[in-house]
């Protein structure tokens, strides 16, 4: 069992930047792949960014690739998401997920969420 804390939302101006933290319980933060999803309203929940539990491999989607990176400090049970040049479109309510082993873009594939933090950017 994980449980995930995000915290880091806001509201920020189109161009600005905001970095997004995930804290997970439990001692076996190292076994789990983690990703950050993100859900517009009426819009479908879709990836952002993943991790391997090691941080060796991260996955991007094409749409923030070059602007958002995302980052783990295994010995805070911590996973990060720097966003930077944030656009309008980037307004959303941002989910941390966990699954076992290997990153998934697919959210179906990730048993443990976080409650979501808001993110706002004005244009």
């Known amino acids: 069992q994980v449980q995930l804390v995000e915290s880091g939302g806001g509201l920020v101006q189109a161009g600005g930047s905001l970095r997004l933290s995930c804290a997970a319980s439990?001692?076996?933060?190292?076994?789990?792949?983690m990703a950050w999803f993100r859900q517009a309203p009426q819009k479908e929940r879709e990836f952002v960014a993943a991790?391997?539990?090691?941080?060796?491999?991260?996955a991007a989607a094409d749409s923030v690739k070059g602007r958002f990176t995302i980052s783990r400090d295994n010995a805070k049970n911590t996973v990060y998401l720097q966003m930077n040049s944030l656009k309008p479109e980037d307004t959303a309510v941002y989910y941390c997920?966990?699954?076992?082993?290997?990153?998934?873009?697919?959210?179906?594939?990730?048993?443990?969420w976080g409650q979501g933090t808001q993110v706002t950017v004005s244009s």
């Open positions: 991790i391997s539990p090691t941080g060796a491999n991260t």
């Open positions: 439990g001692r076996t933060f190292i076994s789990y792949a």
């Open positions: 997920a966990a699954r076992a082993l290997s990153i998934s873009y697919r959210s179906g594939e990730y048993p443990y």
